[in-house]
């Protein structure tokens, strides 16, 4: 993940890959902070593929002997990455806000 801190505003907020390098409140530069993904992030990302593959077939109409374990199997897997996906963000901002000390 990357995060944005602001010298000027103290603020410290997530930003996304194609954003540039301003501020959200007062539009000069910011700092970019990156965070690797942990194994939460890819925990998500495995789950995630494991729904999308499950909703895939889903709406295939295409049968593999669970009966309803399958849409068990669809819908937990994607709140579970929902889950996994609050914990990786979370992690991401303390460990950023860790940083912040060594940005400054």
């Known amino acids: 993940m990357k995060f944005c801190y602001c010298p000027d505003c103290k603020e410290l907020r997530p930003t ?13 530069d910011c700092r970019i902070i990156s965070i690797p993904i ?34 068990f199997i669809l819908f ?8 996994l996906a609050a914990v990786e963000t979370e992690k991401a901002s303390s460990l950023a806000a860790q940083r912040v000390g060594k940005v400054r």
């Open 16 to 28: 996304s890959w194609y954003r540039r390098k301003t501020c959200l409140l007062c539009g000069r």
């Open 38 to 71: 942990s194994i939460y992030g890819y925990a998500m990302y495995a789950l995630s593929a494991v729904g999308a593959a499950f909703l895939a077939l889903e709406l295939l109409e295409e049968d593999l002997g669970l009966g309803t374990w399958r849409l």
């Open 76 to 83: 937990g897997s994607l709140i579970a990455a929902m889950v």
